[in-house]
């Protein structure tokens, strides 16, 4: 078996693993970027065409993310010479009253994100084909759109490689052994690093149990629904109909949200944020659908322009930690070991800061955000690990 030195290992290339490599690369780190799949793939969580980008968000932490988020996106973009940034807006919608609709509205007075609230009778004139419940308000975000995630995905590995980085695809990592230098195997080599990044997604685990180490994450499979318009074109991109998320007053893994119909023409994308356990080895054999009623049930009461039945379902994974919150830290007892892991169903926005922050720790670097509400310490208090 061949052994090969490089300044940084990085295990995974969804969107955090190949943002990490690329930043690692901008560093001139001699990078090599595994994945167990042939790229392209679809059996992870970064696959598909279109993500939401946003800057509402609860959290004031998130929102200082994405400021510089969209900066890098757009030098993405300039870099490889491809479009996959639509602007569109998002609406917001919930209960006026309620506590999460009232915590977004409060981060986006506070963090000045360009925004218009929507009483009732102003958001029946402005979104004539979908109907919001009695009490229910809209908070628009004139700041979001929609990234087109394989095209992303694609321009980011393109422009590590044109960086001088090194992608194995088709190599699933079978063996890490921690030191100062640290050795990751596969079955066709030995790669020896200073550094090691962990970014499996839905593996994050199975990678975590070879250096002693497992988080509280749940995999869940995700039914990605297109529902047909009645009328082509009621809720489309080029009639400026905007992505929305409607809030549960139960809780965000009971939100439902839309993309505005656009890459498949004729079809808007409605999901629901949550689904059922699966095992990412076995996800198809996972065959609940019990969302796609619930959905049904909400399109007839608020989007009377859709059929209710999908047109097409697809398939992806979310890898949620107990606040919903991400992990971006070291292994407590090798520091040259990092872990982004619990994208939690949104990380897909902030894949350029990720893979900054990631970076930033693999060569020691003092990280650009703060880091505490990304500690996997805070389990610990909650016994949750
Ligand atoms: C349906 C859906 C809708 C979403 N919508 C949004 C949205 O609107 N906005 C948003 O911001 N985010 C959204 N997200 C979330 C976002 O897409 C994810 O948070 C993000 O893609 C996670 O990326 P990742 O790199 O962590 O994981 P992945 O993309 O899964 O990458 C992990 C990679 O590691 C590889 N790997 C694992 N084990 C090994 C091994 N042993 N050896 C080598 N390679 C290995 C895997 O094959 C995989 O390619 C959505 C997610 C889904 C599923
Ligand atoms: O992250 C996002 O913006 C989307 C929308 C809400 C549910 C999950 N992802």
Not at 172 to 186: L, W
Not at 302 to 311: D, I, M, N, S, Y
């Amino acid at each position: 078996m061949a052994s090969q030195d490089f300044d940084c290992i990085v295990i995974g290339s969804g969107i955090q693993g190949s943002f990490t490599a690329y930043h690692l690369a901008k560093k001139k780190k001699k990078t090599l970027l595994l994945e167990q799949f042939v790229l392209p793939h679809s059996r992870g969580s970064s696959h598909g065409q279109t993500r939401i980008i946003r800057k509402a968000y609860e959290e004031d932490f998130y929102v200082h993310m994405m400021e510089e988020a969209y900066h890098l996106w757009s030098q993405l973009e300039s870099e490889a010479g491809v479009q996959f940034h639509r602007h569109a807006g998002v609406l917001v919608l919930g209960q006026e009253k309620g506590k999460a609709f009232q915590a977004f509205k409060k981060t986006a007075e506070q963090n000045h994100i360009p925004n218009v609230v929507l009483g009732p009778q102003e958001f029946s004139q402005q979104i004539p084909n979908m109907k919001l419940a009695s009490g229910e308000g809209a908070l628009l975000d004139t700041t979001a759109g929609i990234l087109y995630a394989d095209r992303a995905l694609k321009a980011v590995q393109g422009v590590f490689q044109s960086l001088g980085g090194e992608i194995k695809d088709g190599e699933k990592v079978a063996g890490i052994t921690p030191g100062s230098v640290v050795t990751v195997t596969t079955a066709s080599g030995a790669y020896r690093a200073k550094s090691l990044v962990i970014t499996a997604g839905a593996w994050a685990n199975s990678l975590l149990s070879l250096v002693g180490l497992q988080l509280p994450l749940q995999v869940l499979k995700i039914n990605v629904c297109y529902w047909k318009e009645k009328i082509p074109g009621t809720y489309s991109l080029a009639n400026r109909f905007p992505c929305f998320i409607h809030l549960d007053s139960e809780g965000a893994e009971n939100d439902i949200y839309g993309i505005p119909s656009n890459e498949y023409p004729g079809l808007m994308k409605v999901c629901y944020h949550s689904g059922s356990q699966t095992d990412p080895d076995e996800r198809d054999r996972q065959t609940d659908r019990s969302d796609i009623a619930i959905l049904s049930n909400y399109i007839a009461r608020h989007l009377p322009g859709l059929e209710t039945v999908p047109a097409v379902v697809e398939s992806c994974m979310y890898t949620v930690t107990p606040d919903n919150n991400f992990i971006l830290d070291r292994h407590p007892d090798h520091s040259n070991i990092v872990i982004g892991a619990g994208f939690s169903g949104h990380g897909f926005k902030f894949g350029p800061i990720v893979g900054k922050v990631l970076s930033e720790l693999s060569v020691g670097q003092e990280p650009s955000y703060d880091l505490s509400p990304f500690r996997m310490q805070r389990f610990h208090h909650k016994s949750d690990l």
